[in-house]
Nanobody, 119 residues
Framework: QVQLVESGGGLVQAGASLRLPCVAS????????MCWFRQPPGAERELLVA????????YYAESVKGRFTISKNNAKKTVDQQMNSLKHEDTAVYCC????????????WGQGTQVTVSA
């Protein structure tokens, strides 16, 4: 059974940093594209960062480029999102997701972790 479990969320002040780990089970990370989404209150879900199954390619949304970093450890089965220089508008529920190589669907999702950034 595939499971993605996020943690690390909380309440921080603007300018702070947070690291969100996503622990995967039931899958081999080297066969999956991994990513982080977020959904602010009352807004659409946004794809933030992604890393390819081979680790050769990454994607960063303009809204987080230069502030957020995605990293993956296949042996530990973790996908981390390092978030620096947090802003109030980064307040959202953050979820990690996975899709198999060659698939267009993000078929596996975690339950999410809440990040709140005070102004």
């Amino acid at each position: 059974q595939v499971q993605l479990v996020e943690s690390g969320g909380g309440l921080v002040q603007a300018g702070a940093s947070l690291r969100l780990p996503c622990v995967a089970s039931g899958l081999t990370l080297s066969n999956y594209v991994m990513c982080w989404f977020r959904q602010p209150p009352g807004a659409e879900r946004e794809l933030l960062v992604a890393i390819s199954w081979s680790d050769r390619n990454t994607y960063y949304a303009e809204s987080v480029k230069g502030r957020f970093t995605i990293s993956k450890n296949n042996a530990k089965k973790t996908v981390d999102q390092q978030m620096n220089s947090l802003k109030h508008e980064d307040t959202a529920v953050y979820c990690c997701a996975a899709k198999p190589r060659g698939s267009s669907e993000w078929g596996r999702w975690g339950q999410g972790t809440q990040v709140t950034v005070s102004a």
